[in-house]
């Protein structure tokens, strides 16, 4: 009984993680459309037309933050991350998932963690003065632009903690129909 909730708690965990990726990557992708349409907007009104807007440019800054602060739970999600292990080539297939877990644990938890929790009186503050662009004229509401980046770090918890509970994949030549083995012709 016990192994079945454990089981059924894992799959839900698993999903919700899926589903706050999904919601990460339309918010990331949505950001950068954004900031490719800001930026060729400003570079046309500039050069083309010897105009500007200071708040169509502090857009493309506020879609470039969210752009770069979502993109790391997305990519931690679909296994993107950066790896510098020189050993794992001569290692067993299960050293990359115990080298997960404890990077999980001794560095991804405590540090955005740490991010989460120093950030929040800045935070705090932003929103009770519902701060704006520090350029003269420029666009309101960077208070939600400072509010992604504690959200994107609770999501690098739970994606990594997703990824260490997702079970292991099966080998590509396990695989029913794989021809790639040294066997095939």
Same mark, same amino acid.
């Given at each position: 009984?016990?192994?079945?909730?454990?089981?059924?708690?894992?799959?839900?965990?698993?999903?919700?993680? %899926?589903?706050?990726?999904?919601?990460?990557?339309?918010?990331?992708?949505?950001?950068?459309?954004?900031? *490719?349409?800001?930026?060729? *907007?400003? *570079?046309?009104?500039?050069?083309?037309?010897?105009?500007?807007?200071?708040? =169509?440019?502090?857009? #493309?800054?506020?879609?470039?933050?969210? $752009?770069?602060?979502?993109?790391?739970?997305?990519?931690?999600?679909?296994?993107?991350?950066?790896?510098?292990?020189? $050993?794992?080539?001569?290692?067993?297939?299960?050293?990359? %998932?115990?080298?997960?877990?404890?990077?999980? +644990?001794?560095?991804?938890?405590?540090?955005?963690?740490?991010?989460?929790?120093?950030?929040?009186?800045?935070?705090?503050? /932003?929103?009770?003065? %519902?701060?704006?662009?520090?350029?003269?004229?420029?666009?309101?509401?960077?208070?939600?632009? %400072?509010?992604?980046?504690?959200?994107?770090? #609770?999501? =690098?918890? +739970?994606?990594?903690?997703?990824?260490?509970?997702?079970?292991?994949?099966?080998?590509?030549?396990?695989?029913?129909?794989?021809? =790639? /083995?040294?066997?095939?012709?």
């Amino acid at each position: 009984m016990a192994g079945k909730m454990e089981g059924s708690l894992r799959g839900l965990y698993i999903t919700l993680a %899926r589903a706050l990726d999904r919601a990460a990557l339309v918010l990331c992708g949505t950001a950068g459309i954004l900031l *490719v349409v800001m930026v060729l *907007v400003n *570079v046309v009104l500039r050069y083309g037309f010897g105009m500007g807007s200071i708040k =169509m440019q502090d857009l #493309a800054g506020y879609a470039f933050a969210v $752009f770069v602060i979502t993109s790391l739970p997305v990519c931690l999600a679909r296994g993107g991350h950066v790896r510098v292990e020189v $050993f794992s080539e001569r290692m067993p297939p299960g050293y990359l %998932r115990a080298a997960d877990a404890v990077a999980l +644990v001794l560095f991804l938890i405590p540090m955005f963690g740490l991010i989460v929790w120093a950030g929040w009186g800045d935070l705090a503050y /932003s929103w009770q003065v %519902r701060e704006g662009s520090m350029t003269p004229g420029g666009l309101g509401g960077l208070y939600l632009v %400072r509010t992604v980046l504690p959200m994107a770090a #609770a999501l =690098m918890i +739970v994606q990594g903690i997703a990824v260490v509970l997702t079970p292991p994949a099966p080998p590509a030549d396990l695989l029913p129909g794989n021809t =790639m /083995s040294g066997d095939a012709a």
